[in-house]
């Protein structure tokens, strides 16, 4: 995770690929925080270990190929 400009950028090494608040956005403490300018990032942060992670999983499965009559 890292700031440019104004903005925050998670990266694929962040915990947060996964963590279900980042997938909704704007639940997540650290980036509204970050967002909002209440505390700063200097370089990058990984994020590894956060207290606010909840796993974020996802329910689509698979499915076989369907066969059509025009094959
Ligand atoms: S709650 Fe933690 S793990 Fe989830 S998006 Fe925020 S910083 Fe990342």
Not at 48 to 71: A, M, Q, W
């Amino acid at each position: 995770m890292y700031c440019d400009g104004g903005k925050v950028f998670v990266e694929k090494e962040d915990q947060c690929m996964s963590c279900k608040n980042f997938k909704k956005g704007v639940e997540c403490p650290l980036l509204q925080a970050l967002g909002f300018g209440v505390v700063t990032l200097e370089g990058t942060l990984y994020v590894t270990n956060c207290g606010f992670y909840s796993e974020y999983k996802r329910h689509l499965n698979l499915v076989n190929e369907i066969k059509t009559d025009e094959e």
